[in-house]
């Protein structure tokens, strides 16, 4: 099985990473930008695990990739710039070697909002037809030659062009999978508690923002947070304090989410 998947915190020669300014943090994860190296003749695999983060994908040459959903090998030929919204299932990339491709990866919830399309409409899409939602950002980002100058012309753009109001609903599930990342041992019913709403007003809230429920988020998140324990610490060390009652535990979690054991993945 090839691909590997390649945390944020980790340094790859054909990844680059940067953060968004403060003042969008809540529409947008981090950019990135997957470049084959010169020197590359093959091609390069990528594996994705299931995640609640929306893309925008933007092509920058005419080199068509591969994208395979892991549960059942459904193959997708992609080209061009694309949305890929949340998902449900792993997926394994084949970049060619002379790929060149930015990414904006999006907070959960936010891609469908920005693009008009109803909440669940883009789970487990891995190709968006351009002319559904093409706009000016694609052109704008096609002109520019460097990894800095997209990240400003993406900045720009997204500080001038926030569609919708930060509702209720939306900054609570923010909340909420920000408590979930940093007290993942709490429940569920303790989080809403804490929120000062029930249970089942939380799950209403995440079924209707992000067609999830707030149980499979947490797990999603937790489940994260335990590949960087594995890849720093290794199966030696305590996985109880991300919620896991031992290592076997979140062996038999990677089996379920990724389709991989832990050291496959």
């Not at 980790?10 to 990473?17: A, H, L, M, P, V």
């Not at 569920?188 to 089942?200: C, G, H, P, Q």
Request: hydrophobic share 35%; glycine share 4%.
């Amino acid at each position: 099985m090839k691909g590997r998947i390649v945390l944020e915190t980790e340094k790859q020669e054909f990844i680059r990473i940067a953060w968004p300014s403060p003042a969008l943090r809540k529409l947008i994860a981090y950019y990135f930008e997957v470049k084959s190296p010169i020197n590359q003749t093959t091609s390069t695999h990528l594996y994705s695990i299931p995640s609640l983060h929306g893309l925008f994908c933007f092509s920058l040459n005419n080199s068509t990739w591969i994208s395979t959903e892991q549960q059942y090998q459904k193959e997708t030929i992609l080209k061009g710039t694309q949305l890929l919204g949340a998902f449900t299932y792993p997926l394994c990339s084949v970049f060619p070697y002379q790929k060149h491709a930015f990414y904006i990866k999006l907070q959960p919830g936010v891609l469908e909002k920005l693009t008009g399309f109803l909440p669940g409409e883009l789970l487990n899409a891995q190709s968006t037809p351009e002319n559904v939602w093409k706009n000016e950002l694609t052109e704008q980002i096609g002109n520019t030659s460097t990894f800095e100058q997209r990240i400003a012309c993406a900045e720009t753009y997204f500080k001038n062009h926030q569609y919708f109001s930060f509702s209720y609903a939306f900054n609570l599930i923010q909340t909420a999978l920000s408590l979930f990342s940093h007290y993942p041992t709490q429940s569920i019913e303790t989080i809403a508690d804490n929120l000062s709403v029930s249970y089942r007003t939380l799950h209403r809230h995440f079924d209707h923002e992000l067609a999830l429920s707030p149980k499979y988020c947490q797990k999603l998140i937790r489940f994260r947070q335990g590949i960087s324990l594995y890849r720093t610490k290794g199966s030696q060390c305590d996985y109880s304090h991300l919620g896991y009652t031992d290592f076997s535990h979140f062996c038999r979690e990677a089996r379920q989410i990724a389709l991989r054991a832990p050291s496959e993945i």
